[in-house]
C-alpha cells in the first residue's frame, strides 16, 4: 500500500465484488486522488456492487462508470435498484443513478493466449462440467449431469448437486497449469447458462474460450441457443443437445474429430474479439478522462 499510495492516478478501476471485501484501507487510494474516474470491471450479472465504490459514492460524492459483459438491462434490477444510504443513513437514490456511463464488451475473450494453443497429443476421453453449484442452473443440472459424466466442483458443493439428483462423478477442482490444463484430457465439455441468460445476452462465458484453448469440443444444452445466435461465433446445430437428450447419450452419436475441426475455426474469431475488447476498453478509459 506505502508505495502504491505515492503514485497519482487518472482512472482506478475496481475489478471485483463482494460485500465482505475488505476494501477500508484502500479508501486512502481514493482520498488521495480525489480527481480520478472510477470504474467498476465485471464479467457476471448477478454481483453485488464493489464496496470500496459504494464508499466512494456514500463518502466522497463521487459516481463511477462501469465495464461489463452485461448491458445495463442486463445486469440484476435489484442490485442497480439498491437504495444508497449516506454516512447519516438518509437514502440519497438508487445504485443506477450513480453509475453513470456504461461499457458492455466481451471481457471473456481476453483470456485468450496463443501460448494455450498446440497439440498436446495426450489422449482425450469423457465428458465434464466444472464450476460451482449455482441455483438457476438446477434444471440443466439434474438432465446433463448423469452416469457417464464428470463434474468438477469444489467438494463443498458436492451435496448440492447430490441433493437435485445428480449421479455423475464427482471430482476436486481441475488444475489450470499453463500448457497442462486438467481440462485438456477430456473431448467434450457441457455449456449451460442460467436462466436470466438466455434473454440477456452477455457473449460466450469464460468456458468456452477455455475449451476452444485446450482442444475440448463444447457441446450447448439447447436453452443456450439464442446466445449462439448472437456471438458470431460459427456454431452448427451438431453442437447443440437436442431438447429430448442427455450430453452423455448425445455425445454417444458424434465425431469428435470432425467437430473440432469445425470448433477451430473459431480461434481466430475470438482473437479478433480480445482485440476488439482491449482496444474499447482503451477508447472508454480515454473517454473517461475527457
Known amino acids: ?87 447519516e443513513g438518509e437514502i440519497i437514490g438508487k445504485l443506477n443513478k450513480y453509475i453513470i456511463n456504461w461499457l458492455t464488451t466481451n471481457l471473456n475473450s481476453l483470456i485468450m493466449d496463443r501460448d494455450c494453443i498446440f497439440d498436446s497429443g495426450i489422449e482425450k476421453e469423457g465428458i465434464i462440467y466444472y464450476g460451482t453449484f449455482r441455483k438457476h442452473r438446477s434444471e440443466h443440472f ?28 464427482m471430482i476436486n477442482k481441475l488444475s489450470w497449469e499453463k500448457g497442462n490444463e486438467d481440462l485438456r484430457k477430456y473431448k467434450y465439455s457441457l455449456y449451460i447458462e442460467d436462466e436470466h441468460t438466455h434473454d440477456n445476452f452477455a457473449f460466450l462465458a469464460n468456458r468456452y474460450y477455455e475449451a476452444l484453448m485446450c482442444d475440448v469440443v463444447v457441446l450447448f444444452d439447447h436453452n443456450c441457443q439464442k446466445t449462439i445466435d448472437k456471438s458470431g461465433y460459427i456454431i452448427p446445430k451438431e453442437f447443440v443437445i437436442p431438447k429430448d437428450l442427455n450430453i452423455v447419450q448425445y455425445s454417444k452419436t458424434l465425431d469428435y474429430n470432425k467437430m473440432l475441426e469445425i470448433q477451430k475455426q473459431n480461434i481466430e474469431i475470438a482473437f479478433k474479439d480480445k482485440e476488439k475488447c482491449i482496444n474499447e476498453i482503451s477508447d472508454f478509459t480515454y473517454f473517461a478522462l475527457h
Open 1 to 87: 500500500m506505502p508505495e502504491i499510495l505515492k503514485n497519482k492516478y487518472d482512472v482506478i478501476i475496481c475489478c471485483y465484488a463482494s460485500p465482505y471485501a475488505p476494501n477500508i484501507p484502500y479508501r486512502k487510494i481514493l482520498q488521495k486522488n480525489p480527481k480520478a474516474r472510477l470504474i467498476w470491471l465485471v464479467n457476471d450479472h448477478d454481483l453485488e456492487d464493489n464496496q470500496l465504490l459504494r464508499w466512494a459514492i456514500t463518502g466522497l460524492g463521487k459516481t463511477y462508470d462501469m465495464i461489463c459483459n452485461n448491458p445495463r438491462k442486463g445486469y440484476r434490477h435489484w442490485i442497480l435498484g439498491k437504495k444508497i444510504k449516506n454516512e
Open 142 to 169: 439434474t438432465r446433463h449431469l448423469q452416469e457417464g459424466m464428470t463434474c468438477s466442483a469444489s467438494k463443498k458443493h458436492w451435496k448440492k448437486f447430490d441433493a437435485i439428483n445428480c449421479t455423475c462423478e
